[in-house]
């Protein structure tokens, strides 16, 4: 069984049972559009990446069963967020797939950083380890097909993405708020880390590729 402090465990089955419902999609959609550029790899890529968000809802799916919680089949954040992805284009799903994730860092971090339950712990640490993964797949990728458009579109990218990004860790401040309580994420102290992600996801997709390359791979760039 999975040990959660009494006053806790309300709130952190409400909010979890949220993020797990959230990446047990089938994806269906992104590997119909990843399979339209063409590009083998990068649709294998996508597949991988779909594989692993399904194993994350394991994981999540894991540790609600062990509390005894049920899994939620609906939610109106989730349908948001598959009604956006929809949007017409390939990049328009990513970015809105990279909202989440991006809080989803914050999220997971808080997790692995206040559990002493060996279970969310390493289910926390685990997950927290892939969306760095995630972000920096699809920042690449995103840095290399916008970097086409001219600068002044971009800039404009930018700023809407932020816009949105912020409208959204509102919503998920509010909707998750009891638990993020518990852990300590104040409103500020929660706007400000999720600021700090942005700021760095956003670097590497909308800065110039010999930028990113540096970000990605500090060691390589040096040689």
Known sequence: RVNVPRKWREPFI???QRFQLGESGEGRHLRKLAAATGDAPYAAAIELFIREEQRHAELMAGVLKRLDAPLLTSHWSDKAFTFMRHLPGLHTELLVLLLPEMIAKIYFRALAGHFDDPAIATVAAQILEDEEGHLAFH??????VLSRIPFGRRILLQIGWR???R???LVVYSDHRTLLQLL???LPKFWSECGEVFDEVAAKIFSPA?????AIFPI???A
């Open 210 to 214: 010999h930028v990113l390359g540096r």
């Open 220 to 222: 390589e760039s040096r």
């Open 184 to 186: 300590g994420m104040t």
């Open 167 to 169: 409208a959204v860790c």
């Open 139 to 144: 920042a690449h990728y995103l840095n290399e």
């Open 14 to 16: 409400s909010s979890l």
């Open 163 to 165: 816009c949105a990004y």
